[in-house]
């Protein structure tokens, strides 16, 4: 191995090819193009929502500065009673339990099923009178079961709002997720399905709803230019700088480090969000800057899907068998594998595997291990977790290790990782 070779990862901007960091780089001495025009037709943004509404088949989209601003617009498009409760699963990010708690409503949390999303029979018995909407998030791009879920909603006058912040390009009974519900919101953050460092839509076939989303979209400002910069530097920096040293004694990491304790990059998750406050450039629409990204890997969406769909055919034919638990798919479920979950059996610890792993300049850990609400420092009391209420999430959580599917994984890295895999 040599000292120079990028590792092998999961995360840290996996979806960028070169042309997004030439895209970026220009963009950086472009910063005339960085803010939406005035005149509202000419803003790429305005592309992209009308680009992705076109592919989703809705009538209605809005793009922000992340999926949690999307998520937040759809929330109070609801106009729902303080402290109103609100279903979602375990084995979520904090991103999608924080603007929850932002809005004024009470999380309440649904254990998993197989397919590690919503686990219908769990969702039955934590609906209460003061429950209003569930969420239903569809974990790495694997449709949860829409139907039974659709029919508990429907059965018990529930809205059903869609997390798609991992699944873009997914489909149920053929039909593109984002659709399903009253409304829906996507990511483009860093390691999501395309990529913009920070993005989000918000999309619905509703005319109340996109009515009041389009107001809030309208009062919110545009993030200030430095944040801009600062999501630009993102895929130049973590390409040339910061992944090429990170099998050099640990230099990279140390690099990313030094780069967001500067504020020179910027982290996916504040640290005040572990602890359920909200950071300052949240709500924001998007800027245009942002959108030229979004939209020059919106374009190469297909591709991406179809790449992730064969290496995790790859991984499924190498590992069956072997002891692993593989992802299962529900019954008219078309998945795209954002990443392909393998659970560990119960001797092997998660741990050691990362480590050993990691010696070998494969970088295995996404965040999305140890706790039900992740990342795992994650103040579980303040997102409103019950410990022990979702036991599946729970030990999910600690026996998951997710494998990289993106476009920059090619056969040789899935076999190095298989070949790694079946020596425990
Ligand atoms: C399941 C889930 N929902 C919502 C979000 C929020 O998306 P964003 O990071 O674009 O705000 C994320 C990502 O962090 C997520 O993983």
Redesign the pocket.
Known sequence: MSFFSKPITISLSPNVEKDDIILALKLIFQPWKWKRKHYEKCSRSVELEDEFKNYLGVKYSFAFN????A?LAILNSLELEKDTQILLQAY??N??VNPIIWSGFKPVFVDIDETLNLNPEDLQKKISPETKVMII?HTFGNPAKIDEISKIAKENNLTLIE?C??SLGAQYHGQKVGAFGKAAFF???RD?VISSV???MAVTNDDEVAKKIKDIQEKCDEPSNFWIFQQLLHPILVNYLILPFYGFFGLGKWILIGFQKLKILSK??HKIEKQGRKPGYFSKKMPDALAILALNQFRKLERFNKHRKEIAEFYYQNLKGLGFILPEKNENAEPIFMRYSVLLPNYLDSDLILKKARQQNILLDDGWRKTPIVPPDTNLEKMKYISGSCPQAEKTAKQIVNLPTHINIFKEHAQKIVNFLKKF
Not at 66 to 69: F, K, L, T
């Open positions: 992340s999926g949690r601003s998520y979520t990010c991103a999608a998030q997390d912040a991992h990511s483009f953050s999501k920070f993005g989000g996916a998750i």
